[in-house]
């Protein structure tokens, strides 16, 4: 049996930060999903979906594996 391994980096969500107050948009957590969702207000990151979550949904015999890493750009 010959397993295909790929590794493929994807952003999955940003955070826009004005003033204090932010607006995030995040891939919908549905593997292939095109869907984006929208929220604003404040302290966005802790309302994106659970990187546990993304791991269900997957046909049998596909391992995926999701890590969030949070990169900070400043003006």
């Known amino acids: 049996m010959v397993l ?13 930060s004005v003033d204090g107050r932010e607006i995030s948009f995040e891939k919908d957590n549905v593997p292939f999903s095109e869907e984006i969702i929208i929220r604003h207000g404040y302290n966005l990151l802790e309302k994106f979906t659970d990187v546990n979550d993304f791991l269900e949904g997957w046909e049998k015999g596909i391992l995926a594996e999701c890590h969030r890493e949070v990169i900070e750009m400043k003006n």
């Open 4 to 16: 295909d391994d790929y590794e493929v980096w994807l952003t999955r969500g940003i955070i826009f």
